[in-house]
């Protein structure tokens, strides 16, 4: 079983002069609006579509000068993040 | 490297954003009319009394302007009309708003704000609900706006809408025959918990009616109005403390020290573009123009200078002035005109605060230079100062 994840459809990805921003479309949000870093704006771009936490592992490490340790670690920080905020879709899958 | 949502506070950010805004010029604030009639008959009004049906935006030309403002790096984006909850398609184009990932703000009368409509908006929430209240009393409130039950409906509004929680504010304006209630609605609004903002410029009508103008406050009665608000003007000696002086960097011949232009613009129901609601003046459209071309001349508008000689120029309170180039505008026809109502209104204030030794501006005692344009005669008229 692999988990896999997608963005959800309840914050909306804005750059804004120069910022990285999610923007809570809903009420519940605990908060309205949240600054993203540059490489969690990236992973959120790669969300796009559903991806496993390896997957976004690669791609990170690919684009940016970090290894595959700290992106591993980096990456299960901002999915629980995001989890937390209700802005990520969660699957289970079988390979 | 690290990854993460920070959680910054809205205002950091805001700040933040601001500044890059200011430095590069980006349009981070809109205002967008998307419908000029209203359910209310409102005295003072500016742009319902002389509207027709079809000055409303359509779902497909708010989405070109949404479009293009996302495109510009807009963050914020005021719904305002008009009455906008009267508007066929006004959850759509909200909807369409929030999912393009602007911030909203909605002006509204609160009028049709019932169960349903509370509702919603508790599920999609603005940034704030500025809802006007126009009296303390269902008498005075309704005289005002010429519907029966409108004071009874924007209270539960207001009810149903902190129940809620989704995030609001009130507004009055100040005019001859609110400014007696403007203490009442005030202490109503803080018993709240809501913020309540009032404003005491009165604009002509869109197509030129003076009528409203009738109902503008003298200086004294400003004055005396604020004082009421504001004991000892604490609030307002705040606010001028960084705005007053040559040190202040608001002293000068730039016309525009506001946003205008610089950080944001208005659209009317057409796609006209002016430099905030209150400018009906437009340089451009953006149902036909690209965002670019009309930003550029919003630029240039707002890039004037007084000519020498101009009261304003020189003027030691330009940055806590009663008027704006706008306010001027809307009475002479152009932003670097002269308004001697406004003076006037700002040197008695300034007067109090203990900043000017009589609180009578240079124009009254010197006269008016000459080349300066003021209202002409019949808006003159009008206007209390002249009286
Ligand atoms: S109108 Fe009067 S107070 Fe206002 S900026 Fe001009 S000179 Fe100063």
Redesign the pocket.
Known sequence: MATRFMRGDRHVYRNIAGEHLLIALHGDSPEPLFALTPTAAFLWEQLNDWCTQEELAAALSQRFDVTAEQAARDINDFLAQLDEVRALQTQESTP | MSCGVPVIRGETIRDRLMAKARADRIPLQAEVEIIATCNFKCVHCYIAPCAEHEDRMSLEQARVILRKLMDAGTMTVLLTGGEVLTHKQFKEIYLEAKRCGFQIFINTNAYLIGERWADFFAEWPPETISISIYGATPESYERLTGIPRSYERCMRAVDLLLERGVPMELKCPAMTITKDELPLIKAWAASKGLRFRTDHNIMPQEKGGLQPLQLQLSPEEVISMQQRLDPGLVEQRRYAERRVGEASGFVGDRVYLCGAGKISLAINVHGGVTTCTTSRKVVGNLFEQSFDEVWDALGGKVAARYPVGH??AT?Q??GI???CPATVESLTGLPTG??QL??KI??MRAYEMGYHPTGV?RTVTSGIPSGIVTPGATTARMLPVLN
């Open positions: 009261p304003c003027c309170f330009h002035c009663a008027g002269y308004v406004y003076c700002t040197h501006p």
